[in-house]
């Protein structure tokens, strides 16, 4: 079993930075890869970023390409979002996720097996 743990959202302004922590507990040794998803009020759930084990693999969605940085530590078992000139678009519950291994592939929730509770962030414009 993995649990998952975000923390670090709330409401900022547009233009603003806001870092997003993501804690794993468990067997978080068996963890390949892991990612991070964010859903919007009446959206679908949209992938964000994505990391694998090395941390040398990092996939990012178009929207959010240059603007935001995903990176993990290892040792404190803790993945990060650094988020950078937020905008109002970027408003949702941003979920992370961890894949045991398989086939990984970044953009697809289904890659993932164990999800967080998701934490809010708010971005006024």
């Known amino acids: 079993q993995v649990q998952l743990v975000e923390s670090g959202g709330g409401l900022v302004q547009a233009g603003d930075s806001l870092r997003l922590s993501c804690a794993v507990s468990?067997?978080?040794?068996?963890?390949?890869?892991m990612g991070w998803f964010r859903q919007a009020p009446g959206k679908e759930r949209e992938f964000v970023s994505g990391?694998?084990?090395?941390?040398?693999?990092?996939v990012y969605a178009d929207s959010v390409k240059g603007r935001f940085a995903i990176s993990r530590d290892d040792i404190e078992n803790i993945l990060y979002l650094q988020m950078r000139s937020l905008s109002p678009e970027d408003t949702a519950v941003y979920y992370c996720?961890?894949?045991?291994?398989?086939?990984?592939?970044?953009?697809?929730?289904?890659?993932?097996?164990?999800w967080g509770q998701g934490t809010q962030v708010t971005v006024s414009s």
């Open positions: 996720a961890a894949d045991l291994g398989g086939e990984w592939t970044p953009s697809i929730s289904q890659s993932y097996d164990y």
């Open positions: 468990g067997r978080a040794v068996s963890i390949y890869a």
């Open positions: 990391i694998n084990r090395s941390g040398r693999n990092t």
